[in-house]
């Protein structure tokens, strides 16, 4: 994968470097500030770009908002936020263009190499990585989503456990169910969210989406 890595710390970004090239990945550009990073995107277009929040100028938000700059430029470039913070306000605009290809972890819930390059990996192919802390920070702040409430528990723990990204097999292991079981309760969970099979589209992004958007 082609890759561009925005983060202001100079040693996180230099370990994520080093780190990204020994899986044989390929980092084609990396940026500082919020201006360089949506400069970086745009240039290089990569097949996916790791974003801090928080970058100079300001410290606020720049990094944010040049990955949403990008992707109205570029539409469904994937891009994994890697930040401290959960910015809710700009994190649900970047779910909310449905395009998949998003991922939001904090740096304290990434525990090895495996986990990270896995996340980029999936974000990278246009699906979700999301941190459960994350996840647990955005629904906090939504709205109620009536086609959510039609869900059962157990249809909309399956979402829950999707929305990080885990596939039905790793759902089916968390859940101590078979992958007949999930596909079922995932097929109907489908079906009460409105997600016709659609080639054209990702149900699985579709429904991650409105899990997350709640809108």
């Known amino acids: 994968m082609r890759i561009v890595v925005a983060e202001d710390l100079y040693l996180l970004r230099d370990g994520m470097v080093r780190l990204i090239e020994a899986c044989g990945h390929e ?6 500030t919020g201006p360089e990073t949506l400069d970086a995107l745009l240039t290089w277009r990569p097949d996916v770009a790791v974003v801090d929040v928080r970058m100079p100028p300001s410290q606020s938000d720049e990094g944010l908002r040049a990955a949403l700059a ?48 896995d996340a980029l990996e999936r974000v990278a192919a246009g699906g979700t990585a999301m941190d459960p802390a994350v996840i647990a920070k955005l629904l906090s702040s939504g709205a109620s989503n009536r086609r959510l409430g039609g869900l059962t528990e157990r249809e909309y723990s399956v979402l829950g ?4 990204g885990l596939s039905n097999q790793a759902i089916g292991r968390r859940l101590f169910l078979s992958d007949s079981a999930i596909s079922k309760y995932t097929t109907s969970m489908f079906g009460k969210l409105g997600i016709t099979d659609d080639d054209s589209s990702n149900r699985r992004v579709l429904a991650v989406l409105t899990y997350l958007n709640k809108p």
């Open 27 to 32: 980092v084609v550009a990396t940026a500082a």
């Open 70 to 117: 990008a992707r109205r430029e570029l539409p469904g470039l994937p891009v994994l936020i890697l930040s401290q913070y959960v910015e809710q306000l700009y994190a649900r605009e970047l779910l909310a263009d449905g395009a998949g290809g998003i991922g939001y972890f904090l740096k304290e819930s990434v525990f090895d190499a495996d986990q990270f390059i």
């Open 161 to 164: 456990l999707m929305a990080e």
